[in-house]
């Protein structure tokens, strides 16, 4: 099963959604304007526009309260993707955009990208762009101050969020001076004054030694389960993500390969046909079932693979 019809739950959903980066059609503006022109066709379904299009055709809804991965090749369009969820395309990021993104059923062409903001999270994969105050207490503040909180609440605020987030120590440093972990944290918790409905991370443990990206991990999984806040993290390595995610979307030449649960994704080709990292155990599952040596389900994990091997062997 895909996820393709719109469902009242959807919170984020997308159109027949393409586009061409501004640059993109600047180098190319010639080629692109008589593709655009061509009488009797509808740009946007043009094969030859195929080849300047960063996103081609998405049809995308997330429903609420998910854990998702998104993976795909280098280049195939993740971080675009994401950017066209906040505004971030095209009003940041211009180009050629087509289709629809509805955020909330909010078209997100129309919304500014601060309303947008309220509801969908984005951090960055070097949060230190990101962070602009002398405090971390600063850095926290600022989202409160924008929405015109009182001073008094607003320290209660940052008091609360640090706490939850296990940083109440770091209120009074400097951005700057933290470990990526850290660093990682306060960019969550200064989204999280905004209380989104949804928080898009874009490879948020790639600097991260692996103790750091299993605590970061475990943060995200808590506002999951206890907030309900849907999490969409881009992640190429597919090891470190697959014990949280419920759902995997595959991203390939700027469209969807397949968007269905972790363990369907697991169980069909469409991963294997990628460049995405996969696990050796998983691999070895695929091969074990393809050979039909095994006929279950490949596990998602490390544990549950070493579950079933000894089930197998015993
Ligand atoms: N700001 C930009 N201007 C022009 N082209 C861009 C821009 N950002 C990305 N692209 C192009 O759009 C395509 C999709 O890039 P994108 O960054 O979305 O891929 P990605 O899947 O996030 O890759 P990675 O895994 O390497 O981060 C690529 O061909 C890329 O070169
Ligand atoms: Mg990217």
């Not at 061409?20 to 010639?30: C, L, P, Q």
């Not at 070097?126 to 600022?142: G, W």
């Not at 995405?276 to 596990?299: D, M, Q, T």
Request: proline share 4%; charged share 20%; net charge neutral.
């Amino acid at each position: 099963m895909t996820f393709s019809q719109p469902n009242p739950k959807d919170q984020i959903n997308a159109k027949n959604l393409s586009f061409v980066y501004e640059s993109v059609y600047k180098a190319n503006r010639d080629e692109i304007s008589a593709i655009m022109n061509k009488e009797g066709e509808k740009p946007s379904d043009s094969p030859d526009l195929d080849k300047y299009k960063a996103l081609n055709l998405i049809n995308l809804s997330i429903c609420q309260g998910k854990f998702i991965a998104m993976v795909g090749d280098t280049g195939s369009g993740k971080s675009t993707l994401v950017r066209t969820f906040n505004g971030l395309i095209p009003s940041f990021y211009r180009g050629i955009f087509f289709g629809y993104v509805g955020v909330f059923g909010k078209d997100s062409i129309q919304e500014k990208i601060s309303t947008l903001s309220q509801d969908v999270g984005l951090v960055f994969q070097n949060p230190e762009n990101q962070l602009v105050a002398m405090t971390v207490e600063r850095e926290i503040a600022f989202g409160l101050e924008n929405i015109g909180l009182k001073r008094e609440l607003i320290q209660k605020k940052i008091s609360q969020i640090l706490e939850y987030l296990g940083i109440s120590h770091l209120r009074m440093r400097h951005p700057y001076e933290l470990s990526g972990g850290e660093q990682q944290r306060v960019a969550i918790a200064s989204i999280m004054t905004l209380e989104p409905s949804i928080i898009i991370l874009d490879e948020p443990t790639a600097t991260l030694d692996p103790q750091a990206a299993e605590s970061v991990l475990n943060l995200l999984e808590k506002l999951n389960k206890d907030k309900k806040i849907t999490i969409i993290i881009i992640e190429h390595r597919l090891e470190v993500i697959l014990p949280y995610c419920t759902e995997i979307i595959i991203v390939q030449n700027g469209q969807i390969l397949q968007h269905a649960s972790t363990q369907e994704v697991l169980n069909s080709d469409y991963l294997y046909s990628t460049n995405v990292r996969i696990p050796e155990y998983i691999i070895l599952f695929k091969k074990l079932k393809s050979n039909k040596i095994y006929s279950g389900i490949i596990p998602s994990t490390i544990e549950q693979a070493a579950h079933i091997m000894r089930e197998l062997i015993s």
